[in-house]
Every structure is written in C-alpha cells, then in structure tokens.
C-alpha cells in the first residue's frame, strides 16, 4: 500500500489504460493501493461456482502437502503435466483474484482446503513456461480512487482557537515548518523531541508525553489548520501573520511521520492552473471488475465471519485508516468510489495514477 496527493472529477470517467493510475506508491504518504479484494458473500456460497480446474488443483496440492502450489513445485512448467497445468490454474486464480473476478464460493473453497494458501501475487510462479501461459497482469475494467478525510476541527471557531496556539507557540510551529521543507519523511522521534524542548507549549497543552500516546491531539490540530491556511486563496488570521510563515503549501506543509501513518494527510496538489489546492487527505488506488463491490468492501459493508481472508487483507489499509479517525468519502447517492474511470487498466496504470497524486 501506499500514498499520494490528490483525485480526478467525481464522476464516472471514461480513460483509456495509457493514462490511467495506480496503486503504487506517491510520495510515500497520502496515497494507498489495493493489491485486490475479493467480494464478501452474504450467504451460503454456491458450489457451482467453484469449477473442475479449481477443485483438480486443491486436490493435487493436498495429496503432495502443497500449501501454495509454488516453492515445492519444478519450476519448470513447460508441458501438458498435471503439475504444470495446476500451478498455471493457481496463478490464474491470485490474477483475478486481484481485480475482484472471482467469485467468493472459490476464495472460501481454496482456503479451507489450503490452510496454507496464499492469495499475493508474489507467491506465484515465474517459471518461463508460466510467464508464456499466462500475462502477468490482467486488465479490469476500472480503475479507482477512494478518498479518506479526517476532521481536526468541528468549525470555524476552532479552526482559529487552533490557530492562535500556533501564534502564542511560534518558536515550535516554526521549527517543524523548517522540518518538513527539509524533507518529507520526518522521523516521530524528531517531532516529538522537539515538542519535548518547548515547555510552554506543552504545559498550556496539558500533555503527558511520556504516556506513550502519539500523536498530541491539539498540537496536530494546530499543524492541519497551518496546512489548510496555505491551501486555502486567502485568509483571514486571527491578528497579525507571523512573518516566519511559509504560505507555500507544497514546501512547507507538515504530512505527520511513518510513525502516525502521515496523520495530516496530503499536502496538497492542484489538478489545474484554476482549480483548488486538494490536501489534507489520502487516496485508496485499485483496479477492479466490480466498482459498487469493492467499494462495499472497503466500507466494511459485509460480513467478516463469512468473507474470505482475501478480502479482509485487502481492505485492512482502509479500515486501520478508519480506526484512527479517518472517514471515507461518500458520493451522495452513489455507491463507488471518490473517482471512478472505465476502461482497460492493469497495475501498470495503478502505480501510475498513484504518482500523480504526490
């Protein structure tokens, strides 16, 4: 998984797979990838939809004590044999798994009969024969964007309480701007010694650093709403703005460490000359054949005790996300994704979406 920046038009886009995006990762922070999700099934599966070669591999793979039909296998898979044939069947299945092609009776049939079944790509084979049979990336059908937010303040009163912390601290919000124009990847360790240093700021906070919890809500809050003033045309600030303020959002902005997973977001990205500056969020990148499904599953909109533990690893990014205060963005009366394109897209066109976004 990873992170970036910022997202095209809501509505459902037409693009084709050459400028399409991705689930790599951009800039390291704000955008997230899927690497696939299967549908969550909300009843009993169906049996009929687990075919002959899925059902002939499971068992080939249990009578030899395979777990992943990979490592014990030659690698080698050149002919008509059986081993050959079924280790192309198990690339096939994690290749559409990938991008929800799978029906869900055949996520639960593969993992009960496999307890030691793998559903990541990197456990297929790569033998020449292999990569001859089949293409190493399938095309779906979309390709989308899913927006987290996260809320610092209730409104505009505590927007500007949050920012007059800032100007009665200055000596501290000053030294983290300085880190972040530095680089982008800052240590928790190096903001947390820092608020260490300036007492002030800490005892009018009424923290106890030493508890372990990180990060200081109302110190974080201070830094989003120094972020939002620099994405914002103009700004009214509560007296006089400090000279040392650095109004350049894509140099200063603050995004949080590794450590909070970037808890402020995106610095923020512009998609045209006139447009807004989109910041303070993170984006989900995936490719998929089914986009009101996945999309399902990202909400959490089924059911755990009966969706195959492919789709809970999937979705994992987006519902720790969701722990820590973030929300997902909902379209009003529409159940897909932030941003949604329609065309032919691979994991190419992923991690090509997701670097447009940092």
């Given at each position: 998984f990873s992170m970036a920046n910022s997202a095209p038009a809501d509505d459902d886009t037409s693009l084709s797979s050459e400028s399409g995006d991705s689930d790599a990762d951009a800039g390291g922070n704000d955008v997230d990838i899927d690497d696939g999700d299967e549908e969550a099934s909300t009843?009993?599966?169906?049996?009929?939809?687990?075919?002959?070669?899925?059902?002939?591999?499971?068992?080939?793979?249990?009578?030899?004590?395979?777990?992943?039909?990979?490592?014990?296998?030659?690698?080698?898979?050149?002919?008509?044999?059986?081993?050959?044939q079924h280790a192309r069947h198990a690339n096939h299945l994690r290749h559409s798994a990938r991008v929800c092609a799978l029906p869900e009776a055949t996520c639960k049939y593969v993992e009960e009969k496999l307890p030691r079944w793998n559903w990541d790509i990197c456990e297929n084979c790569f033998c020449d024969g292999c990569a001859r049979s089949h293409p190493s990336r399938l095309s779906a059908t979309f390709l989308y964007v899913e927006k987290l937010e996260?809320?610092?303040?209730?409104?505009?009163?505590?927007?500007?309480?949050?920012?007059?912390?800032?100007?009665?601290?200055?000596?501290?919000?000053?030294?983290?701007?300085?880190?972040?124009?530095?680089?982008?990847?800052?240590?928790?360790g190096e903001v947390r010694e820092l608020l260490e240093r300036h007492h002030g700021l800490v005892a009018a906070l009424g923290v106890n650093l030493q508890s372990g919890e990180w990060p200081p809500e109302r110190v974080y809050g201070a830094l989003a709403a120094l972020n939002d003033v620099r994405r914002r045309e103009s700004f009214q600030w509560p007296g006089q703005r400090p000279a040392w303020f650095d109004a350049d959002h894509a140099a200063a902005n603050f995004e949080g460490t590794q450590g909070d997973d970037f808890a402020l977001g995106a610095r923020g990205y512009r998609e045209d000359a006139s447009g807004p500056v989109i910041g303070g969020c993170k984006f989900y990148v995936g490719v998929t054949m089914d986009k009101e499904r996945r999309h399902r599953e990202h909400k959490g909109d089924f059911d755990r005790r009966v969706g195959s533990a492919f789709i809970r690893r999937g979705s994992a990014f987006i519902r720790r996300m969701l722990d820590k205060g973030w929300e997902l963005h909902e379209r009003d009366q529409v159940n897909e994704a932030h941003v949604v394109?329609?065309?032919?897209?691979?994991?190419?066109?992923?991690?090509?979406?997701?670097?447009?976004?940092?």
């Open positions: 009843g009993a599966a169906s049996f009929s939809d687990v075919t002959e070669d899925t059902i002939n591999m499971v068992a080939y793979a249990s009578a030899r004590g395979l777990g992943a039909l990979k490592a014990q296998l030659p690698m080698h898979h050149d002919g008509t044999d059986e081993a050959s996260r809320k610092w303040w209730s409104d505009e009163a505590k927007h500007q309480e949050l920012l007059e912390l800032v100007v009665q601290h200055p000596d501290f919000f000053r030294a983290v701007q300085e880190l972040a124009k530095e680089r982008r990847s800052v240590a928790q394109y329609r065309g032919a897209f691979t994991g190419i066109d992923e991690d090509a979406r997701a670097e447009t976004l940092s």
